[in-house]
């Protein structure tokens, strides 16, 4: 950019600003070339995993068999009649 005159040149894209002041002029804006920057993330993401786990239980019933006697007892009367005879006794 350079001025003459009172005026504002610029070699590439001269524009006049008409904003009252006939005086004041500008240069497009120079697009300067693209800058990449790299930004590098960690981003940690939970993943649920399902074990299913079954148990089975397996109850062994052990039958002892064990064996008590019961005892039992009976009782019988039974009568005997000593009869000597009749009337004849003999002592």
Do not use: A, L
């Not at 109850?59 to 000597?84: A, L, W």
């Amino acid at each position: 950019m350079f001025f003459n005159n009172n005026k504002c040149c610029c070699k590439n894209n001269w524009q006049q600003e008409g904003f009252g002041d006939m005086n004041q002029c500008g240069c497009g804006p120079i697009v300067e070339p693209v800058i990449e920057r790299c930004v590098e993330r960690n981003i940690c993401h939970q993943v649920e995993h399902v074990c299913p786990i079954h148990t089975r239980v397996i109850n062994n019933h052990i039958i002892e068999h064990t064996y008590r006697p019961e005892y039992s007892c009976s009782e019988e009367n039974t009568v005997t009649n000593i009869d000597p005879g009749c009337c004849g006794q003999n002592f």
